[in-house]
């Protein structure tokens, strides 16, 4: 993945066929990326954004989203990354293209020390288990406003 040209659906952030993993520190990044290339991801399959490349990431793609990027999850995605980025959270993007590889990073997660996760298929986004209690599902819908639920301070 390039990520000067990162992969779009609707104007918004959605990298298919791999899995974000949010960390609270660089160094726990550092650290979840030597771990993944142990386990036979070469670092040409990560991608690493510091919390100023996310955030402007994001105000781009909030910026330029069509109207339809807010059916899905992916517009809701890219504010909640923004987000976690303004509290200096830094992402790892894996190329974990088939279902193999996708399910072996998110076996890893767990013990990766992310704080969050997710894996992007075609038509659905996953939760990755990163070890935290699980959260309730909820019905995502604009009509809802879940987005009101993001931390104050985001900006949108």
């Known amino acids: 993945?390039?990520?000067?040209?990162?992969?779009?659906?609707?104007?918004?952030?959605?990298?298919?066929?791999h899995t974000v993993l949010a960390f609270a520190s660089s160094d726990?990044?550092?650290?979840a990326a030597q771990t993944l290339s142990r386990e036979g991801f070469a670092g040409s399959k990560l991608v690493r954004y510091s919390p100023a490349e996310m955030i402007a990431q994001a105000d781009s793609d909030i910026e330029t989203a069509s109207p339809l990027?807010?059916?899905?999850?992916?517009?809701?995605?890219?504010?909640?990354?923004?987000?976690?980025?303004?509290?200096?959270?830094?992402?790892?993007?894996?190329?974990a293209p088939d279902g193999e590889q996708a399910d072996r990073v998110s076996a890893l997660a767990a013990s990766l020390g992310a704080a969050s996760g997710h894996r992007f298929g075609s038509f659905i986004i996953e939760d990755v288990d990163v070890g935290e209690p699980p959260q309730p599902q909820s019905f995502e819908s604009p009509d809802r406003a879940l987005d009101g639920e993001l931390p104050?301070?985001?900006?949108?």
């Open 69 to 95: 990027a807010s059916l899905g999850q992916e517009l809701n995605l890219v504010k909640a990354y923004r987000a976690l980025a303004v509290k200096g959270n830094c992402f790892l993007v894996v190329d």
């Open 1 to 17: 993945m390039d990520k000067t040209n990162p992969p779009r659906h609707f104007g918004v952030f959605k990298p298919v066929g």
């Open 152 to 156: 104050a301070g985001t900006g949108h």
């Open 28 to 31: 726990g990044l550092e650290q």
